[in-house]
């Protein structure tokens, strides 16, 4: 599978078939000589002749806001750099820098089959797993048990929009908004600008050869997917999605996820309705390899944390370290790295390191072992002829990113109102534990793996780790008796149930069973009921025996 190459020539934010949004450096238009964009913190009510008056030797064209004291400066200018300099030192601006681009990675074309894919949603529930309960995906079956996500929790995807998929029907919806702006080198797809229509109208980019991703339809699936269409399920189904497009065909700029963060966490963007579902959570499947997070972005986020959004990250597919991707690098970010199906750090996937640290790893799969979720058969447009909704399987700390946002999602749904420290505070108490040997540890992988069972405070389950059995002659007058197995972790009651033919023997319910002369030709097993406090009851049945004359 292709890798998206940066328009800027840089390493983009993949490995192998990775999916995930990527950042690159300053926008094409500096290479080109042409007008500049820059994003800043303005001081409030400084107009275009204003912010000239207070600059020296750079041209401003244009001061757009896109929130409380955060704007693009469009200035005329040889260099970006120097522009910024030269901004920064007037006194009503501060933390200039270029406008950064935002990209998508190529998608594995889809596959069509219309079979239920649960079973291999491995990164919900390994049930093949004996290393521990659900193995290392985030325990979302037995978060089910106490909630499947409340429609009063928001949680806004930053990505390319949103499609009609099949899965995600039925699904709570907010209205969203579309923040892909006319910059030169990108395309809107739609015609126009900024709109409220956050439809992802394709995202191909033929300047890259790249075709069209599907990508916030993939990430909007993970999260919020009603089981039962084509097969996907979400983690979070019950809660509600707010879908805000950042990214557009060949991708989209920092100024306008900047604009996007402050509008899904309920701020003022000029000339955009303000947000009536401002977001609990805000789900960035996207990122940087330019460097420290911006002054402007940072404002962004301080300003959704202030009024209470939680901010969700991917770490980024460098193989590096995350303390040079944005906005995973930023303050006050719930940063996110990606593991495999055994638990060990994902080999594309950023890491921590003395810099910085991520705050959490979740399942972002491998080539052996990817993630399943929603797609289209088009890598075109949307309208194209035949296209229509498909599952895709993908890796990366995109797809790591919403499975931690819609843990946070089911937390919010039993606890609601809590802050971003204490969400925090919980997703490292409640995260599972690398495995011996592993290759992550706290500095280079965060807390542990989001575990969205413990997180919710749903009972934990026993796993079954050696089968159990009815060992014994099976011949009338002779007697069977139940083998347990071992569970992890251990069982601390058992309950014995003797079966003939699949139904229970009257009064047969100890260990051992006396086989008697009705019995024969029949097929007799036993079913033992295990019990431990704080964990739900599990049960277990013997292969049959059938008992000779």
Not at 186 to 215: F, Q, V, Y
Not at 324 to 349: I, K, Q, W
Not at 387 to 398: F, L, M, V
Not at 449 to 466: F, S
């Amino acid at each position: 599978m292709r890798t998206r190459r940066s328009l800027a020539s840089v390493t983009a934010f993949v490995a192998g078939a990775v999916l995930v949004a990527t950042l690159a450096p300053p926008a094409l238009a500096e290479q080109r000589g042409e007008t500049l964009r820059l994003v800043a913190r303005v001081a409030a009510g400084a107009s275009t002749p204003a912010l000239q008056d207070s600059v020296r030797g750079v041209d401003v064209r244009g001061v757009t806001r896109l929130g409380h004291g955060i704007a693009v400066v469009t200035v005329e200018a040889t260099d970006a750099h120097q522009a910024a300099a030269a901004l920064n030192a007037s006194p009503a601006v501060a933390g200039a820098a270029p406008d950064r681009r935002f990209t998508t990675a190529g998608a594995k074309a889809p596959g069509t089959t219309l079979d239920t894919y649960f079973p291999q949603q491995w990164d919900l529930w390994d049930a093949a797993s004996k290393a521990r309960a659900g193995g290392y995906g985030v325990d979302a079956p037995r978060a089910w048990t106490r909630t499947r996500g409340s429609r009063d929790v928001v949680v806004a995807v930053l990505d390319t929009g949103i499609t009609p998929h099949p899965d995600l029907a039925g699904a709570a919806l907010a209205p969203g908004y579309d923040f892909v702006s006319q910059t030169p080198g990108i395309r809107t797809g739609d015609g126009d600008g900024w709109d409220p229509d956050p439809r992802d109208e394709g995202d191909a980019c033929t300047e890259l050869d790249d075709p069209s991703s599907w990508h916030g339809t993939f990430v909007t699936g993970e999260i919020a997917a009603q089981r039962g269409r084509l097969g996907v399920a979400g983690e979070a189904p019950g809660v509600t999605i707010e879908p805000v497009r950042v990214l557009g065909g060949c991708g989209g700029t920092e100024a306008d996820s900047i604009a996007a963060v402050e509008w899904a966490s309920g701020g003022v963007v000029a000339g955009v309705p303000v947000n009536a579902n401002p977001a609990d959570v805000i789900s960035m499947s996207l990122g940087s390899d330019g460097g420290a997070c911006s002054s402007a972005l940072q404002t962004a986020i301080d300003d959704a944390t202030r009024r209470g959004s939680i901010v969700v990250a991917a770490a980024g597919n460098d193989g590096r370290s995350v303390a040079d991707t944005s906005p995973a690098n930023c303050a006050g970010v719930v940063s996110v790295v990606a593991t495999t199906r055994s638990g060990a750090l994902a080999d594309y996937s950023n890491r921590g390191d003395a810099r910085l640290s991520p705050t959490i790893a979740a399942p972002g799969g491998s080539a052996g072992a990817p993630i399943i979720g929603d797609t289209w058969t088009s890598t075109g447009a949307f309208s194209a002829p035949g296209n229509r909704g498909a599952i895709g399987a993908e890796a990366g700390t995109s797809m790591a990113t919403p499975r931690v946002s819609a843990a946070i999602a089911l937390l919010l749904s039993v606890h609601p109102g809590l802050g971003a420290g204490e969400v925090r505070r919980r997703l490292a108490a409640t995260a599972t534990r690398f495995p011996a040997g592993s290759s992550c540890d706290r500095t280079r992988c965060g807390a542990g793996i989001v575990n969205a069972g413990d997180l919710v405070g749903a009972k934990r389950v026993l796993v079954h780790a050696t089968s159990t059995k009815a060992v014994g002659t099976a011949r009338a007058g002779h007697r069977l008796t139940a083998r347990v197995g071992t569970w992890r972790p251990a069982a601390q009651h058992v309950r014995y149930r003797w079966l003939r033919d699949g139904k229970p023997i009257a009064k047969a319910t100890g260990r051992s069973y006396r086989l008697r002369t009705k019995d024969a030709g029949h097929r007799i097993a036993v079913r033992v009921l295990v019990q431990r406090a704080g964990a739900t009851n599990s049960a277990a049945t013997s292969a049959v025996r059938r008992v000779q004359r």
